[in-house]
């Protein structure tokens, strides 16, 4: 499949950013589309005379910017248009946050359990190590695709009640809500971006190493206790984040 576009060798503008522009004007006109593979390195060196170094240079920029992504033993692929989320100062379900923008979510339950807390998630919670707590351990997915695996611990003497709720079609925060005492009334939220270990490679369906994003949430009550601790991983590759500030004036 040769593109459209041809290589200037006569203008003082690099041959790889050339073929880079060709590349990324396909996809921005749709005439590549999510999903399309891209000619092979050889059929890029055939089709322009132009060496494998060049061909590389190009595809690892599409691939560094999110435009390509490249799959172990198969190619080189479009990549899906990431999934903008805007929930990061905002109080709202996962399910509130998808359906904004179109899509419809699901979600598998892989742990719900009562269990005790280690000395870094008591801290989180401001309970002493050892205490009961309630662990739920969510996959989140957009057309089956994996998105983002969610880790939430609960103090189980206020939060007993959310063990009787079924997780995989109900919000959490909807169920805290039902009670006083448990009503998320502010949270705060870090966000740090680091490589993708083995474990949550194989859950998210990405190669060790991918970039992922963590985002911390610590949510409290009206009296500023700790309900809702939780440790979300999402897919570098397909999600985009966006904070709006209110300017004062």
């Given at each position: 499949?040769l ?11 690099p041959l ?9 004007n396909?996809?921005?006109n749709g005439?590549?589309?999510a999903?399309?593979?891209?000619p092979?390195?050889?059929?890029f ?41 805007q ?12 359906n ?8 598998e ?18 309970l ?9 351990v969510?996959?989140r ?9 969610a ?13 009787e709720h ?5 919000s ?16 705060k ?14 859950r998210?369906?990405?190669?060790r190493?991918?970039?992922i ?16 601790y939780?440790?979300?991983k999402y ?15």
């Amino acid at each position: 499949m040769l593109l459209k576009g041809l290589l200037k060798r006569d203008i003082p503008i690099p041959l790889y950013y050339q073929l880079k522009e060709i590349v990324l004007n396909e996809i921005l006109n749709g005439k590549l589309e999510a999903g399309d593979c891209l000619p092979t390195e050889n059929e890029f060196m055939s089709s322009y005379q132009i060496s494998r170094a060049t061909v590389r240079q190009a595809m690892t920029e599409l691939v560094n910017e999110n435009y390509l992504t490249r799959q172990k033993g198969k190619g080189t692929f479009v990549s899906k248009p990431k999934i903008t989320q805007q929930y990061i100062n905002r109080v709202e379900t996962y399910k509130e946050q998808m359906n904004k923008i179109g899509m419809n979510p699901t979600t598998e339950v892989i742990i719900f359990q009562i269990t005790k807390a280690n000395l870094a998630i008591g801290k989180e919670l401001g309970l002493a190590k050892g205490a009961k707590i309630i662990e739920l351990v969510r996959l989140r997915l957009i057309d089956a695709e994996p998105i983002v695996v969610a880790k939430t611990y609960m103090p189980y003497e206020i939060c007993a009640f959310v063990l009787e709720h079924n997780m995989q079609e109900e919000s959490l925060y909807q169920i805290l809500a039902e009670h006083s005492e448990t009503r998320i009334t502010k949270v705060k939220r870090t966000i740090e971006a680091v490589v993708a270990g083995e474990s949550i490679a194989k859950r998210l369906k990405i190669m060790r190493g991918d970039a992922i994003q963590i985002i911390r949430t610590s949510a409290v009550n009206s009296k500023e206790q700790v309900i809702e601790y939780t440790i979300a991983k999402y897919r570098g590759d397909r999600n985009l984040f966006v904070v709006e500030t209110q300017v004062d004036r």
